[in-house]
């Protein structure tokens, strides 16, 4: 695979391709669509609610929280996450402004 050369793209334009990352797997997106749902910490729950083992929904977390879109409270052995309204507010903007910006003016 080659290399990403994220180097040439502006700050904003890494910012954005990661912050899409967390809507880049179906996993993450029920993940977020509950935390969001809820409005609160969850703490274990997302294995009793999401078909998927608790390895595969511990590495989908760990992404999520390295993008910074969901926040969590490490008290072993429970770990409570919820959305991090900072950076949700960051992607709803950063994406509104990108969606935005193509007005209809199609060539093809």
């Given at each position: 695979m080659g290399a990403t050369k994220t180097e040439v793209f502006t700050e904003q334009q890494n910012r954005i391709a990661d912050l899409a990352k967390a809507f880049?797997?179906?996993a993450r997106v029920a993940i977020l669509q509950h935390l969001a749902k809820t409005q609160s910490c969850i703490c274990g729950d997302l294995v009793d609610v999401l078909p998927l083992s608790q390895a595969t929904v511990s590495q989908h977390l760990k992404e999520l929280s390295r993008i910074g879109i969901v926040k969590g409270n490490v008290d072993?052995?429970?770990?409570?996450?919820?959305?991090?309204?900072v950076v949700w507010a960051e992607a709803?903007?950063?994406?509104?402004?990108?969606?935005?910006?193509?007005?209809?003016?199609?060539c093809c």
């Open positions: 880049a797997h179906p072993p052995p429970r770990v409570c996450y919820c959305i991090n309204e709803k903007e950063a994406f509104g402004k990108l969606l935005t910006q193509f007005e209809g003016n199609f």
